[in-house]
């Protein structure tokens, strides 16, 4: 028959075991909300505000599973990231997170998976068990003795009861057969929904990211014009200046001793040559024409070379990716190997540019480690914030125009990581 195919008890094996997996992770879920539960009178007094995080951040990470577990068998494709629980907060953003939508959802399938997970976990053992003890059972009745008869339902003490408790059996082979599988999907199909942010939230939360990506765009876009017109004014324009004066000295000198004016149009000459070397460098930060010749990994490899530390680079998995991304990625890297020069002491400095695929994008990732002191995220050099647009403040700047983010985890005494993650369909 179809329905007991090697396919059919395969797919039937599957749903066990989802469903077995649910209920060992019931526990964990009991106790988050029996904790929930013995802390939550001590809320209004603030007092325990501060166990918050952390019984949250439990909270998000046996969700999160959970979500990956439903989606794992669904098939289906979680199209969001979820938060991450780090660092400390002060008792205006505690609150906050214990009321912020993802908290409710996250309750919420707290609440769905200690109802249903243990429930649905034993009946997936229960039922196929009692189906072949009924079955198998009690046809040998008579190997019992009269004084202790076989007792399932009824106590088997004659073939009609046997009968019956055969008949029962098969009813519970029947339920095995499809229960399973309904109560399978039913707990996957809930824990996606309760876990999956509804549409306007998801909307919202798009159009609060892409309202800071287009704010932390024009702040990057003002910040480089008024970097180009400062170089520009301070650079190319006075050497201009200079060029002129030496060509009004060399022209008046021309008129009386024209021999005297070859210095004036020599030093014009050098001048010129200077302001046309301050417009190449002007235009160079405005897009590297290295990239073009060379790729993202060719540019890569010319600032590693030129850096006064010792570096290595990895460009394995990297692919090609939009030009301003990869404008970006270039100068994210320039002025973090510019930083560990500056203030790391390091010895040795590791750079990885690799193209890492998601669910919903293809995201460039600029990784650099180095052996140095360490203490800039300690230091505050890491807040976005802070800073005029230089160092890793500009870096999260840059990253944050593109929809990207910073990563910095620099203890004291080192080493540093700094990963930046840029997405390609910004």
């Given amino acids: 028959m179809s329905f007991l195919s090697r396919a059919g008890l395969e797919s039937r094996l599957r749903d066990a075991g989802f469903l077995l997996r649910e209920a060992m992770n019931w526990p964990a879920s009991l106790g988050i909300l029996l904790g929930g539960v013995v802390l939550l009178p001590f809320l209004p ?58 908290t409710k959802r996250d309750i919420s399938w707290l609440l769905f998976h200690c109802a249903f997970a243990l429930l649905a976990g034993c009946l997936a053992v229960a039922l196929p068990l009692a189906a072949v003890l009924y079955i198998g059972t009690a046809p040998w009745w008579t190997l019992f003795p009269q004084s202790a008869p076989l007792d399932f339902a009824v106590p088997v003490t004659s073939w009609s009861a046997a009968g019956f408790t055969v008949l029962l059996g098969l009813i ?24 999956s942010p509804r549409r306007y939230d998801e909307l919202s939360l798009r159009i609060q990211d892409l309202s800071a990506a287009r704010a932390s765009a024009l702040t990057a876009h003002a910040a480089e014009l008024r970097r180009i017109e400062r170089e520009l004014h301070d650079g190319a324009q006075n050497r201009l200046v200079g060029v002129v004066m030496m060509l ?49 990994g060719g540019a890569a490899s010319a600032l590693t070379s030129r850096s006064p530390i010792s570096c290595s680079l990895d ?41 890492e695929s998601t669910p919903r994008e293809d995201v460039l990732v600029v990784r650099v480690n180095d052996d140095g002191r360490g203490g800039a995220a300690v230091a505050g050099a890491s807040d976005p914030a802070a800073g005029s647009g230089t160092g890793l403040a500009g870096i999260a700047r840059r990253a944050a125009a593109f929809g990207g983010k910073l990563y910095v985890t620099s203890p004291s005494g080192g080493p540093t990581e700094l990963r930046v993650e840029l997405p390609c369909a910004f």
């Fill in 248 to 296: 009004g000295l060399a022209q008046r000198a021309a008129e009386s001793d024209p021999a005297a004016a070859m210095p004036f149009i020599g030093r014009a000459q050098d001048a010129a040559t200077e302001a046309l070397a301050g417009l190449r460098e002007a235009v160079h930060d405005i897009y590297p024409p290295v990239l073009d010749e060379l790729g993202l």
């Fill in 172 to 195: 519970y082979g029947l339920a095995a057969w499809l229960l399973p599988p309904w109560m399978a999907r039913r707990l996957s199909g809930g824990t996606l929904a309760i876990l």
């Fill in 45 to 102: 007094l603030g007092v325990g505000l501060y166990a918050v995080p952390r019984l949250l951040g439990t909270l998000n990470l046996l969700a999160a599973r959970a979500q990956g577990r439903a989606a794992g068998y669904a098939g289906a494709v979680v199209p969001f990231d979820r938060r991450v629980l780090a660092g400390r907060k002060n008792f205006g953003e505690l609150a906050a997170l214990v009321s912020a939508p993802e």
């Fill in 315 to 355: 460009v394995q998995g990297l692919q090609r990716a939009p030009a301003a991304v990869e404008s970006a990625a270039y100068f994210v890297l320039a002025e973090a190997l510019t930083n560990a020069a500056k203030h790391s002491d390091a010895s040795h400095i590791e750079v990885l540019l690799r193209t």
